[in-house]
């Protein structure tokens, strides 16, 4: 999970009644890659601090957005991106 980003969590979904229900799901990110200046300044940046063995590297990639997906065969419709659009 950790190498890929991916987390649990709950979210909540409003029901045909009018009322919310708080569901569990899965957040996917969704990446973009950099651009050539943002990666550069990165690695200057990177060269400058103290590698952290339990960081990821995330210089050619960022995440801009995530899904929330609903967990169970019950829930798998309720989903949802953040930030929406």
Do not use: C
Request: net charge positive; hydrophobic share 30%; charged share 35%.
């Amino acid at each position: 999970m950790l190498k890929y980003k991916v987390g649990l969590g709950y979210e909540n979904f409003a029901t045909e009644d009018g009322s919310y229900k708080e569901i569990p799901v899965v957040y996917f990110p969704l990446f973009a890659k950099r651009s050539a200046k943002e990666i550069s300044k990165l690695k200057e940046e990177q060269r400058m601090k103290e590698e952290n063995e339990n960081q990821i590297n995330n210089i050619y990639y960022e995440i801009v957005k995530a899904k929330a997906r609903g967990i169970g065969k019950e829930n798998k419709s309720y989903m949802r991106l953040k930030p929406s659009g």
